[in-house]
C-alpha cells in the first residue's frame, strides 16, 4: 500500500504518474482541506477536487484546476446580482459544490461524500481529506489577515506575507482512515506541493506527523521547490515569511523529522552534502515535470528504490 500527501495542482500532476506506475487501488492519498471554504452558501473543496479531476482524466490541464471546457455562465449571472466572483467556479464544477453542500447537509462528514464523488468519477485510488472538522489556512499579510484563496486568487499573491494562521488545527481530528493510511502504508510520498500550506497544514492535523514518525514506511519526498524558486505557486513568498530559506534544503528541514529520502532537481545538486547532514538520503534526478513521460520517470524512481 503507497500513501501520499497532497495539495493541488503540483500533487496531482505527480500523481497521475504514480497511478501508471501501481495499481491505482493500491493508493490512498491524503489531501490538503485548508483551502476549503464557503462560497455562496456552498462548500468549495479546491485541493480535493483538483485531485479527483486530475486522476479521472477530466480536469482542464492547462490551469491543473476545474472542468476541462467547462463554461461560466452561473458566475456571470450571478455577478449581475452585484456578487464577487474571483473564483472561478465552472458550471459543471458547480455540480461538485452543490452535490458535496447537499450531503453534509444531510448529516454525512466530507469523507463519506468524498468517497460518493470518487466513486461518481470512478476512481480507483482512495482520496482522503485530511481532516472533517472545520479547518481554514488565513495568511497574515501588510494588508490584514484574510483565506488563503483569498489571498492567492482575489488578491494575486501580491501583499507581504507575515505569517500563516491554521484556523481550527488546535482541534481538527484526522479523518477516517488517515492514520491508518500513513501506519500500514510501505511507502509514503510527499507530494511536490506548497510545503506551507498544503503539506504544512496536513502535518499540522492532531497525530499526523507523529503517525509519519512511528510508520515503518519508507518516507520519500519530492522538492517543490528548484533552483531556489516553486515551480508553480506562491510558496517562495509563504516561505520568506515564515523565515525559512527557499530551496531543497529549506523544505528538507521541515520535514527532517520524519523523512528518509529527499528528491531534489540536478540543479541544486550543491544541497546535497547539506540535506544529508539532516539524516536524509537525498536522490538527485530531473525533476520537472513537464510531460506525462516525466511524471511516469519520476514515480518510477520512486517505487523502484
Ligand atoms: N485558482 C485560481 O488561480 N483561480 C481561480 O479562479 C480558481 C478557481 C478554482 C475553482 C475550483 C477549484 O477546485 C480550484 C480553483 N482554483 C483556482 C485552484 C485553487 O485556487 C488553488 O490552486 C488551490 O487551492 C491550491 O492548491
Not at 493541488?8 to 506506475?21: D, E, I, K, M, N
Not at 500513513?182 to 497544514?201: D, F, H, Q, R, Y
Not at 492532531?206 to 514518525?213: E, F, P, Q, S, V
Not at 515503518?216 to 521547490?225: C, D, G, L, M, W
Request: with cysteine; aromatic share 6%.
Amino acid at each position: 500500500m503507497i500513501t501520499a500527501l497532497a495539495g493541488g495542482v503540483g500533487a496531482a500532476r505527480f500523481l497521475t504518474g504514480l497511478v501508471r506506475v501501481v495499481d491505482p487501488k493500491s493508493l490512498s492519498v491524503i489531501v490538503n482541506t485548508g483551502d476549503d471554504m464557503e462560497l455562496y452558501g456552498l462548500h468549495i473543496s479546491p485541493d480535493l477536487d483538483i485531485v479527483a479531476y486530475t486522476l479521472a482524466g477530466i480536469v482542464d490541464e492547462g490551469k491543473g484546476w476545474g472542468f476541462k471546457g467547462d463554461t461560466f455562465q452561473f458566475l456571470e449571472s450571478l455577478r449581475k446580482f452585484g456578487c464577487e466572483t474571483w473564483f472561478n467556479l465552472g458550471d459543471r464544477d458547480l455540480a461538485t459544490h452543490v452535490y458535496r453542500t447537499m450531503r453534509l447537509k444531510q448529516g454525512l462528514t466530507l469523507s463519506e461524500v468524498t468517497v460518493e464523488i470518487c466513486g461518481a468519477l470512478g476512481l480507483e485510488t482512495t482520496i482522503l481529506p485530511m481532516t472533517n472538522d472545520k479547518f481554514e489556512t488565513h495568511i497574515v499579510t501588510n494588508e490584514g489577515m484574510m483565506h488563503f484563496e483569498e489571498y492567492m486568487v482575489k488578491r494575486g499573491a501580491k501583499d507581504v506575507v507575515l505569517g500563516v494562521e491554521f484556523l481550527g488545527a488546535a482541534t481538527a481530528q484526522p479523518a477516517d482512515g488517515v492514520l491508518n493510511a500513513i501506519e500500514n502504508a510501505e511507502l509514503v510520498v510527499v507530494c511536490p506541493s506548497n510545503p506551507v500550506v498544503s503539506i504544512g497544514t496536513i502535518l499540522s492535523v492532531k497525530g499526523i506527523r507523529d503517525a509519519l514518525k512511528r510508520s515503518n514506511a519508507r518516507k520519500v519526498a519530492i522538492s517543490p521547490i528548484i533552483a531556489g524558486a516553486p515551480v508553480k505557486g506562491p510558496a517562495d513568498k509563504l516561505l520568506r515569511g515564515l523565515g525559512v530559506e527557499v530551496s531543497a534544503l529549506g523544505v528538507a528541514k521541515l520535514y527532517a523529522d520524519f523523512l528518509d529520502t529527499f528528491i531534489i532537481d540536478s540543479v541544486d545538486i550543491a544541497e546535497k552534502a547539506r540535506i544529508e547532514q539532516l539524516g536524509i538520503d537525498v536522490e538527485v534526478t530531473n525533476i520537472l515535470m513537464r510531460s506525462l513521460e516525466d511524471k511516469i520517470r519520476l514515480a518510477e524512481c520512486i517505487v523502484e528504490r
